[in-house]
T-cell receptor, first 113, second 116 residues
């Protein structure tokens, strides 16, 4: 009954490798989001999804791919990791349209070397 | 597009001092929500408050208080008698109720250090 689970919590990968960050929710919330947190920028939206099989770009989508085949999962893939993608990644959910409260995962700290 | 600005990147105070974290926002919409989140050293985001654009009443919760002023597009956060446990990064955020996805737009954050 964890709500939102992100895995892994920490990841070190090499430049050019593909890496997938996982996000799983137990609530069946419609909306799911991926943010990245960087010093001085706060959190910026990468991608979001309104429902299964519906995804859309956020503010900083380049270099990332998402999918949502099931309501509860929203994986984020870095197809060819770059050092600029070193960041802390947060997954979030929201119940549905008109709902304002967002629930955040614990974050994944990704380092690209 | 909406924007949230937290001009103070870092604030350092001594325990028991009062401290105010500033937040200025920009949006053309009349219906929106403002938030404050706390991110302690452990890294998770902790929800503190949500305020809608039609409610300009200030709110107090223990040592925390929030001052929402639409005239200046500000939503400032004051901690009274600060404590070491208040040391964290604080984020102000904005969401438009009717935008696609209702995603949050965050400010850059203010790192508060409370020294004993």
């Amino acid at each position: 009954d964890a709500g939102i689970t992100q895995s892994p919590r920490y990841k070190i990968t090499e430049t050019g490798r593909q890496v997938t960050l996982m996000c799983h929710q137990t609530w069946s919330h419609s909306y799911m989001f991926w943010y990245r947190q960087d010093l001085g920028h706060g959190l910026r939206l990468i991608y979001y999804s309104a429902a299964a099989d519906i995804t859309d770009k956020g503010e900083v989508p380049d270099g990332y791919v998402v999918s949502r085949s099931k309501t509860e999962n929203f994986p984020l893939t870095l197809e060819s990791a770059t050092r600029s993608q070193t960041s802390v990644y947060f997954c979030a959910t929201r119940l549905g349209t008109g709902s304002t409260e967002a629930f955040f995962g614990q974050g994944t700290r990704l380092t690209v070397v | 597009a909406q924007k949230v600005t937290q001009a103070q990147t870092e604030i350092s105070v001594v325990e028991k001092e009062d401290v105010t974290l500033d937040c200025v926002y920009e949006t053309r919409d009349t219906t929106y929500y403002l938030f404050w989140y706390k991110q302690p050293p452990s890294g998770e985001l902790v929800f503190l408050i949500r305020r809608n654009s039609f409610d300009e009443q200030n709110e107090i919760s223990g040592r925390y208080s929030w001052n929402f002023q639409k005239s200046t597009s500000s939503f400032n956060f004051t901690i009274t008698a600060s404590q070491v446990v208040d040391s964290a990064v604080y984020f102000c955020a904005l969401t438009l109720l009717l935008n696609a996805g209702n995603m949050l737009t965050f400010g850059g954050g203010t790192r508060l250090m409370v020294k004993p």
